[in-house]
Antibody
Framework: QLQMEESGPGLVKPSETLSLTCTVS??????????WGWIRQPPGKGLEWMGN???????YYNPSLKGRVTISMDMSKNQFFLRLSSVTAADTAVYYC????????????WGQGTLVTVSS | QSVLTQPPSVSGAPGQRVTISCTGS?????????VHWYQHLSGTAPKLLIY???NRPSGVPDRFSGSKSGTSASLAITGLQPEDEGDYYC????????????FGTGTKVTVL
């Protein structure tokens, strides 16, 4: 059973880069049946898909993030990463890492989520 | 980028049936993309509830059911239980103008 766990700083200053790690257990991120991705939820707002990565290195990002997002992975550690540059208060959110089963192409499972606050 | 529209809240007494609608457009649900549903209970990770419009993952009670027609989808909970109280989100894919996975606005289910 796949399990996902997010980790990283809970506070980031405006204009800096937000960096989070997702550690996957119960399966390998080199699986050819899964993508690995990030979703966020600002306080009191809805869910926003940020992007996915495939073990081959292919990445797919939400165009609304205007090139600020980068997803990468370290297969030796079974981890993948999120970097979001030039953050503002609008990037304050709970960030979830997720696995995407290519069939049926839905998000399962999710990590517990980690709150990142952007503030000076 | 489109967002799928859900009612902000629904409520019902234990044992009752409630439904949650998810309205999209011709570029997402109406384009034939599948709809998935997620349950988010307080203090827990969001959980896949229904996939590919009508299918329940193993372990999900059969009181949860999904349907899809045209540009909309629905989630029904029959025999509402106190432990069903939480937030529910639909999700699909939007092909235009920008390719992205999209979520519903979310519905708070309250068990009276």
């Amino acid at each position: 059973q796949l399990q996902m766990e997010e980790s990283g700083p809970g506070l980031v200053k405006p204009s800096e880069t937000l960096s989070l790690t997702c550690t996957v257990s119960g399966g390998s991120i080199s699986s050819n049946n899964h993508y690995w991705g990030w979703i966020r939820q600002p306080p009191g707002k809805g869910l926003e898909w940020m992007g996915n990565m495939y073990y081959s290195g292919s990445t797919y990002y939400n165009p609304s993030l205007k090139g600020r997002v980068t997803i990468s992975m370290d297969m030796s550690k079974n981890q993948f990463f999120l970097r979001l540059s030039s953050v503002t208060a609008a990037d304050t959110a709970v960030y979830y890492c997720v696995s995407i089963d290519m069939v049926p192409d839905c998000f399962d499972p999710w990590g517990q989520g980690t709150l990142v606050t952007v503030s000076s | 980028q489109s967002v799928l529209t859900q009612p902000p809240s629904v409520s019902g007494a234990p044992g009752q049936r409630v439904t949650i609608s998810c309205t999209g457009s011709s570029s997402d649900i109406g384009a034939g993309y599948d709809v998935h549903w997620y349950q988010h209970l307080s203090g827990t990770a969001p959980k896949l509830l229904i996939y590919r419009n009508t299918n329940r993952p193993s372990g999900v009670p059969d009181r949860f059911s999904g349907s899809k027609s045209g540009t909309s989808a629905s989630l029904a909970i029959t025999g509402l239980q106190p432990e069903d109280e939480g937030d529910y989100y639909c999700q699909s894919y939007d092909s235009s103008p920008s390719a992205a996975y999209v979520f519903g606005t979310g519905t708070k289910v309250t068990v009276l």
